[in-house]
């Protein structure tokens, strides 16, 4: 387990492989530990860090400052990393709640941003279930993890969550202000959505109408909230290509294969 002290507190984080940096984070379920396939196929050609935001996992809880646990303030934690570490210009991958820290980053420190992946990424209040912030992180994980076999060990920080991270990253959901940023920045966007999520569901019409040149919206069949795992050999694949699309290009020229196109929305 590697960890860093940030604003006097632990951050916990972990890293494979060699090259360009690529950075996980993860959702309100759970903790870095559901990226490590992805870390595993990335860290061939890139270096894969994922870390535990604040409240999550074996980074610190801060339950009597809970304005730590804004997406302004996950954002921040993740920008001191980068600092603390010497990491410069990064590709981000974010579900659902890192998928909004995710877009607050990318919004607020543009230069440092090459590409950002949002998965399962609620572009408004609304998309959110409700059950979010009622059941029990027991009720939760049973609920969006169900059918998948290995869920035990992908999800076994979830018990770790403090409730109040949960609650707090309700009041700074803006995601599509903070998406509209991103795009119009001309910062390379992947927007994928498993098509059986229960808790977040799939962007607006008007959300997807800000789509550009550098942005592109992949649906999953047949994959839930944690599409990462339901279809890790496919999800893989395509993190893999667009990683590997030279900086600076139009999403669009990802040149995807044909089951890309086919479930392009």
């Known amino acids: 387990m590697s960890v860093v002290l940030l604003e006097g507190a632990i951050v916990h984080y972990e890293v494979l492989g060699r090259g360009r940096p690529v950075i996980f984070l993860h959702g309100w379920v ?28 074996d980074t610190a809880h801060h339950s009597r400052e809970q304005e730590k646990y804004s997406l302004k303030k996950q954002a921040a934690l993740l920008h001191a990393f980068l600092e603390k570490m010497g990491i410069g210009k990064i590709a981000l991958v974010g579900h659902g ?13 543009a230069n440092i941003v090459d590409r950002v992946m949002i998965i399962n990424c609620p572009l408004d ?10 059941d029990t992180m027991d009720e939760l ?25 949960i609650h707090a990253s309700k009041n700074g959901i803006i995601a599509s202000n903070l998406f509209k940023n991103v795009i119009l920045q001309h910062t390379p966007c992947l927007l994928v959505n498993g098509d059986q999520d229960p808790l977040v569901a799939q962007p607006s019409f008007q959300a997807l109408s800000l789509l550009s040149d550098y942005g592109q919206h992949i649906v999953f069949d047949g994959a839930g909230y944690f599409p990462m795992l339901d279809s890790t050999a496919k999800f893989n694949r395509l993190l893999t290509d667009f990683l590997t699309l030279e900086s600076g290009l139009s999403i669009k020229e990802l040149g995807f294969r044909e089951e890309w196109r086919r479930r392009v929305r």
């Open 141 to 165: 994980v049973s609920w969006l993890s169900s059918h998948m076999p290995d869920a035990q060990i992908a999800l076994a920080d979830a018990k770790k969550t403090d409730p109040a991270a």
């Open 30 to 57: 759970g903790s870095w530990r559901y990226w490590i396939s992805s870390m595993q196929t990335t860290s061939t050609s890139f270096r894969a860090y994922a870390l535990d935001l604040w409240g999550f996992g």
């Open 97 to 109: 709640l890192g998928a909004l820290v995710a877009l607050e980053f990318a919004s607020t420190y």
């Open 125 to 134: 209040t609304e998309k959110i279930n409700p059950r979010l912030y009622t």
